[in-house]
T-cell receptor, first 116, second 116 residues
């Protein structure tokens, strides 16, 4: 399996522009998570989906952030408009729920976002 | 609410020396516990996990961790550190999958530096 795939790996944009980050989870996984990592706040969970349905978006910082999962193999995290304080590394992770398994999350390589 | 504390922000050890990274958690039930490692510019990789059973768990790359319920701790150890172990290490606590209770909470991380 190719693992969790994220694109782009790096994104540089100007304040006010729309940014879209993309994630392809591991095939067969039914949970998808979006995290943000900054020096100041560490690793924060933004939102997670179960079977393409958003379950908990309490970590989404504000209305400028939105996430969708139109199907089991694709998710997007959109920031509109972007601000310099959104600069961070954004990770996507996926996991599979099994009665006999731990909720191990597999992480993608991340997207480093810089907002100028 | 669940929480994780990693009291050491930064640790430096000599190559070949032993290592112990501390992790304390707060959780109302029996936790799932994880250690992840993040190399520079990379995503998070699972080192080991604890769910139940033997309180000493073995992971990849020669790491082990011991769950101590009385101390609410899950410290990571390695008997002999290699220069390639230099990275950031994250402890995480997770709730059992029960629909909405599927989140991992991460500590702030410990950055390990290895001197030659």
């Amino acid at each position: 399996d190719a693992g969790v795939i994220q694109s782009p790996r790096h994104e540089v944009t100007e304040m006010g522009q729309e940014v879209t980050l993309r994630c392809k989870p591991i095939s067969g996984h039914d949970y998808l998570f979006w995290y943000r990592q900054t020096m100041m706040r560490g690793l924060e969970l933004l939102i997670y989906f179960n079977n393409n349905v958003p379950i908990d978006d309490s970590g989404m910082p504000e209305d400028r952030f939105s996430a969708k999962m139109p199907n089991a193999s694709f998710s997007t995290l959109k920031i509109q408009p972007s601000e310099p304080r959104d600069s961070a590394v954004y990770f996507c992770a996926s996991s599979q729920e099994r009665a006999s398994s731990y909720n191990e999350q597999f992480f993608g390589p991340g997207t480093r976002l810089t907002v100028l | 609410a669940q929480s994780v504390t990693q009291p050491d922000i930064h640790i430096t050890v000599s190559e070949g020396a032993s290592l112990e990274l501390r992790c304390n958690y707060s959780y109302g039930a029996t936790p799932y516990l994880f250690w992840y490692v993040q190399s520079p510019g990379q995503g998070l990789q699972l080192l080991l996990k604890y769910f139940s059973g033997d309180t000493l768990v073995q992971g990849i790359k020669g790491f082990e961790a011991e769950f101590k319920r009385s101390q609410s701790s899950f410290n990571l150890r390695k008997p002999s550190v290699h220069w390639s172990d230099a990275a950031e290490y994250f402890c995480a606590v997770g709730a059992r999958f029960t629909g909405t209770a599927s989140k991992l909470t991460f500590g702030t991380g410990t950055r390990l530096q290895v001197t030659l």
